[in-house]
């Protein structure tokens, strides 16, 4: 079946430093892949998205590119900021399932 | 993010009561989800409603029971919960254009501690 493989946390870093969160996948066909985050003590937002096969998904300086050769999925950002401190979610659809299957989230801390 | 909104946020019940987490969702989406998160534990998918129709469930205790009115509403009514059931219990919807990749839109859950 399909499965979401994220780094093991938690990731503490200082700010303005660089941030990759590795995630590998497995599924059938050609999975939607996204990333999703939640702060503490609420839900979890989409934070972005790709599609297809080279797609590279974008939001509040995050990025993260849709690789089929190596069927990952990282994110990253160039200078991170106290206030991404958070659970970050790496997460796939595939095939006509409808159910997210997502990664067991990554805890980032970001240190002033 | 206000398209998706679950009452109460928080709640605390003993295992004889019976209560009701509602969702609803202002996006004009077709699909309803439930989902728990427990710590340690990657998210779970419950059940899933399609223009009111169960279409999954994950093999859920019977103690836990969905109800889908209509497209914008969805309630999971509890009843004889144990305290292993305490968790976050996230709702979530989507557009589902029969591509089943569409995008899911949670609300901010409800925090639920069993006694």
């Known amino acids: 079946g399909d499965s979401v493989t994220q780094m093991e946390g938690p990731v503490t870093l200082s700010e303005e430093a660089f941030l990759t969160i590795n995630c590998t996948y497995t599924?059938?066909?050609?999975?939607?892949l996204f990333w999703y985050v939640q702060y503490p003590g609420e839900g979890l937002q989409l934070l972005l998205k790709?599609?297809?096969?080279?797609d590279k998904g974008s939001n509040k300086g995050f990025e993260a590119t849709y690789r089929k050769e190596t069927t990952s999925f990282h994110l990253e950002k160039g200078s991170v900021q106290v206030s991404d401190s958070a659970v970050y979610f790496c997460a796939l659809t595939s095939g006509s399932a409808r159910q997210l299957t997502f990664g067991s989230g990554t805890q980032l801390t970001v240190l002033p | 993010e206000t398209g998706v909104t679950q009452t109460p946020r928080h709640l605390v019940m003993g295992m004889t009561n019976k209560k009701s987490l509602k969702c609803e969702q202002h996006l004009g989406h077709n699909a309803m989800y439930w989902y728990k998160q427990s710590a340690k534990k990657p998210l779970e998918l419950m059940f899933v409603?399609?223009?009111?129709?169960?279409?999954e469930n994950n093999s859920v205790p019977s103690r836990f029971s969905p109800e889908c009115p209509n497209s914008s509403h969805l309630f999971l009514h509890l009843h004889t919960l144990q305290p292993e059931d305490s968790a976050l219990y996230l709702c979530?919807?989507?557009?589902?254009?029969?591509?089943?990749?569409?995008?899911?839109?949670f609300g901010p859950g409800t925090r639920l501690l069993v006694l």
């Open positions: 409603y399609n223009f009111k129709e169960q279409t």
């Open positions: 790709a599609t297809k096969a080279d």
């Open positions: 599924a059938t066909g050609y999975p939607s």
């Open positions: 979530a919807s989507s557009q589902d254009d029969g591509r089943a990749k569409e995008t899911q839109y």
